[in-house]
């Protein structure tokens, strides 16, 4: 799964359109760069405070209080949350995952090999296929 399947998508859209996906490439970005080192205990305060200034919420000045966060985020954290830019698109990550193959493993399926399928081994399978087809 790639992020850009089509390498001129980007410039068979407007500039309007340009500039939404890249200010939620940033955020998708902060979110795995920065807020990923928060530990967990923090991540839900962080989290309120990391809507409050993608929403605009802060008293800042009128050029920083632009909402960038679509309403999905309310159902969740930032953590919650895959950004695919091809389809502009947030998506839950436990959506990318075919539930009904979900956890299925063979009767004689030794103990040692089993994974099981949660949001973090979905994040983190994400990323790292996503990095290794980026070389990264």
């Known amino acids: 799964m790639t992020v850009f399947d089509n390498e001129?998508?980007?410039?068979t859209l407007d500039k309007?359109?340009?500039h939404v996906i890249i200010e939620t490439c940033f955020v998708f970005a902060s979110v795995w760069s920065l807020c990923c080192t928060i530990n967990t205990e923090y991540r839900r305060p962080f989290d309120q405070q990391f809507k409050k200034i993608c929403n605009g919420e802060l008293d800042l000045p009128k050029k920083l209080t632009k909402k960038i966060l679509p309403t999905s985020f309310d159902r969740g954290t930032i953590y919650d949350y895959v950004y695919f830019p091809d389809k502009n698109e947030w998506k839950h990550w436990m959506d990318l995952v075919n539930k009904e193959q979900l956890d299925n493993f063979p009767k004689n399926t030794q103990?040692?090999?089993?994974?099981?399928t949660t949001i973090d081994t979905v994040r983190y399978s994400f990323l790292q296929e996503f990095f290794i087809q980026h070389e990264i």
């Not at 103990?111 to 099981?116: C, G, H, P």
């Open 8 to 11: 001129n998508y980007i410039t």
């Open 16 to 18: 309007k359109a340009v």
């Open 111 to 116: 103990v040692q090999d089993i994974i099981v």
